[in-house]
């Protein structure tokens, strides 16, 4: 499996083709080790494990990748130059989907004396576009890549995050084990829980960042859930979760509890896009939560598919869904918080728990992934980052995880 790096000095990255060439760089801190972070984003192709915006990585013998976006665009990029020892390559892209052409980039990791540094730098030509627009989406790119999904922090509150503990749980008899980020919040506990169920393998560590550290933040335990790594599971931000990772959830309680570190009368469940939808899935009655000898609380589901879902959960639950969401109409989530019939499915009014549903004014679908403040058409629907209701979104969880 070949690693990638991101740092080579700009002195040290010279190319007479590239002379004129335009030039980004981006040069990031994080606390891990130099060889931590190396691991953490250094297979060539294994960018989609981090990255919401791509779909898919294919890696051909001779070290070209193919990467294809959640758009449907694609770029090919080829491997010039790799030095594992001073873990760094340079590779050279042939098609993109920006407005550049005669691209090459340098990806290094080296060490300081707070853990490591992560650098990207790209040379570039304009393709189609003034000097100034390129340079402009190139920038906006490496940033988006690095700031918001990258195990990198680029802000000053990204900053202020510390890591989480990563911790793993064996799912015997299952051939795998669980993985997960931990965050404890201040004190000695036992403490309120709170565990989160990201959308798909590109969102996991973006989830922790935002929500785990959000959430840890107001005083709970937070155990970000990654489903999908132990599994092999790839690609799976446009296609359907598999239902059994419902089950997780009672995994990663069942680990809390065996800790001794949390209050078990307060554990709640928090899951967006898909991992909304197993939120649903997994306290509705008569099924999973039937086996499962610890229970959670109350939980709360962002943008998750409400159609064809009956509603009649065990325990009371908050729905946040955008109002121009075409992903997830609010109005299928409005039938089923009201126990209306929809299409599809027949429901009985009034039994099962109490849902809640806010609806965010103005937003879309996945409004508080900071990765798509540029708005993005995804499989056909809508994605964008809302600070508004992001904000409001905070406040409406912590009121109703409160109660």
Partial sequence: MMRLTLVLPAIFFVS?????ALESRMTVSSSLSQDALWKAVGDFCGIPFWHPWIQKCTLSADAQRTITFVTGATAVEALEDW??????????????PLPVMNSQTTVSVMPNDKGSTLTLTSTYEANGVSDDDAKKAVDRNIYRSLCFTSPVPCSSSQQSVLPADIIQIPLSPLPF????????????????????????????????????????????????????TPRGIKDSCLR???????????????????????DPKRAFLVGFGQGGSLTLSALERGGIEKEARNKFRAAAAFYPA????????????????????????PEACRK???GEDDIGISRNKGKGAAIQLAVLPGAYSSFDML????????????????????DQSSVTLRAFMSQ
């Avoid at 239902?243 to 959830?249: F, H, Q």
């Avoid at 309680?253 to 949390?262: C, T």
Wanted: net charge neutral; proline share 6%.
């Fill in 16 to 20: 007479t083709a590239f002379a004129a």
């Fill in 336 to 338: 089923m918080a009201k």
């Fill in 83 to 96: 030095d594992s020892a001073n873990r760094s390559y340079t590779y050279k892209t042939t098609s993109s």
């Fill in 177 to 228: 084990t669980l993985e997960g980020y931990l965050r404890r919040p201040t004190g000695s506990g036992p403490f309120p829980a709170v565990v989160l169920l990201p959308g798909c393998d590109g969102s996991v560590r973006l989830t922790d960042l935002t929500w785990g550290a959000k959430i840890s933040s107001w005083g709970y335990l937070t155990l970000t859930l990654d489903s999908f």
């Fill in 371 to 390: 990765v798509f403040q540029q708005p993005i058409e995804m499989a056909g629907h809508r994605v964008e980052f809302n600070r508004a209701a992001t």
């Fill in 240 to 262: 359907k979760a598999p239902p059994e990772l419902a089950y997780d959830a009672y995994q990663g309680l069942n680990f809390l509890i065996q800790q001794r570190i949390i």
């Fill in 306 to 329: 409400c159609r064809g879902a009956d509603g009649i959960l065990t325990v009371p639950a908050l729905i946040l869904v955008g109002e121009y969401d075409d992903w997830n109409p």
